[in-house]
């Protein structure tokens, strides 16, 4: 699907086909053609009027969710029929919404269909009486961050015969090359070499090498330094804790923290971002054979802790460990430090599919973050530590223990889990995004398809675009 902004009176700019987002029906011109037919100004309501080529679609409040979901369901819409375009006027509708709301609700992934759709030439022209400075780079800002979180959807709807650590370092590669970033691939014997025996051990079992990934993006006089570090499990078994089948089923989306990172990374040189960014991924598998990692184990990670396996398929927080005593060793005066996981079910279960879980040390971190995604329409909530609930992952013969003794709270011990390879000069600057929920919902919902979301892309890029 193209945008178009187009510095033009609405009515002069031929289109086959016309979309009013509307709120009133007062001053609607086809009011009692709409209300006939039993449309209401809510939400997620449409009526698509053929004969007069338009489409109504309503919402509720003027914020970026309600107008985003509108124009979305609008060109779902818009897609099923044979027009080629469409337009609708800005007015005092949210610009980033209106974008953000048509690019996202137009993706498709259909590379593993034997039939596919001819894909049409359609595009969706927003009409605009005069195209301020303003206007233009809320426009093109927005289909930057639109593209990068399709192509986060892109590698975590990719199954996993398909996208292995190497494939993912390719993917990092390739973005380097298009955006001009550092990118460094490291292998097993670096890993080993290094005592990253925790992220080792995760992979021992796969054909597949694992691989650490490091991108960087680094402008001149960059005002802030910041760390982003992705979970990126392309696939995950459970290893020896083997799961049942039927959760073995979608996690091909247990990448989606490194699929998050490379995302951001896609996206920030074509901002102009003054902040240096640093996207480290731990692209493993975790499957079953031989050389598999067991319970029982005592890894040493590369901070020098010993951590006691009690459950194998608490695999994402061994890689992370590894990434964040990497990046700590490797960065030095980080501002902020951020994680990206699929790490807990117990997440889901706490806060449902759509909302990210954020931890961490310091509270007004955790809420700028929240504030952030929620700016940016996606959905978060603070989960908070505590002193007891870190009691929990104590070991008796190591350091700490990969999962906790208690069934309850999951999502908050895996966070405490990580904070132990948090360098204490760096325990407030960092946060735990444990995006499990959205990252990947088996249906439709507002302008996300079936699938992967992209989740934490847009949250992340307007947190950085707030440091500015």
């Known amino acids: 699907m193209k945008v178009n902004l187009l510095e033009n009176d609405f009515i002069s700019v031929e289109s086959e086909l016309e979309i009013f987002i509307v709120d009133d029906l007062e001053n609607c011109d086809d009011k009692e053609i709409l209300e006939n037919i039993g449309f209401e100004e809510k939400d997620e309501s449409i009526a698509f009027l053929p004969e007069i080529g338009r489409i109504y679609v309503g919402f509720e409040e003027h914020d970026y969710e309600s107008i985003a979901i509108a124009i979305s369901i609008a060109i779902k819409k818009f897609k099923t029929t044979k027009f080629k375009s469409a337009k609708i006027e800005l007015k005092d509708l949210d610009l980033k919404a209106l974008v953000e709301g048509t690019l996202l609700g137009a993706y498709e992934f259909n590379e593993y269909k034997s039939k596919k759709k001819k894909s049409k030439k359609q ?144 996206a920030v040189a074509k901002l102009n971002l003054p902040i240096e960014i640093h996207g480290i991924i731990g692209a493993v598998e975790n499957m079953i054979g031989g050389d598999a990692y067991k319970p029982d184990d005592v890894l040493k990670a590369k901070n020098g802790k010993t951590i006691e396996i009690r459950n194998t398929d608490a695999e994402g927080r061994l890689v992370l ?101 948090i360098n204490e000069e760096n325990k407030d600057k960092w946060a735990h995004l444990d995006i499990a929920g959205p990252a990947f919902v088996e249906k439709d919902w507002g302008y996300n398809p079936y699938g992967a979301s992209g989740a934490g892309v847009r949250a992340t890029l307007q947190f950085l675009k707030n440091l500015n």
Request: net charge neutral.
């Open 321 to 421: 460990a590894d990434c964040l005593c990497y990046a700590q060793d490797e960065i030095e005066n980080i501002d902020y430090i951020f994680d990206y996981a699929t790490l807990t079910g117990a997440c889901v279960v706490g806060v449902g599919e759509y909302t990210i879980g954020v931890m961490g040390n310091d509270t007004v971190l955790k809420r700028d973050v929240v504030a952030n995604t929620l700016q940016a329409g996606e959905y978060a909530t603070t989960l908070p530590f505590n002193r007891f609930l870190r009691k929990t992952i104590k070991s008796e013969i190591a350091d700490i223990c990969n999962i906790a003794n208690t069934r309850y709270g999951g999502a908050i011990t895996a966070g405490l889990f990580l904070d132990n390879f």
């Open 123 to 266: 595009e969706l022209n927003i009409c605009v009486p005069k195209i301020t400075e303003e206007i233009k780079e809320v426009f093109e800002q927005s289909k930057v961050i639109s593209k990068a979180v399709n192509k986060t959807r892109d590698i975590v709807n990719t199954p996993p015969a398909d996208c292995y650590p190497k494939v993912m370092a390719d993917i990092a590669k390739k973005i380097a090359k298009d955006s001009n970033l550092e990118c460094t691939v490291h292998g097993e014997k670096y890993l080993e070499k290094n005592g990253m025996n925790a992220m080792l051990s995760v992979g021992r079992a796969s054909v597949h090498e694992s691989k650490l990934i490091h991108l960087a993006y680094k402008p001149e006089n960059a005002k802030k330094k910041v760390v982003l570090v992705g979970k990126g499990l392309t696939y995950d078994s459970g290893g020896l804790s083997l799961k049942p089948a039927d959760y073995m089923v979608t996690m091909k989306s247990d990448k989606s923290g490194g699929s998050a990172v490379l995302g951001i990374m896609s």
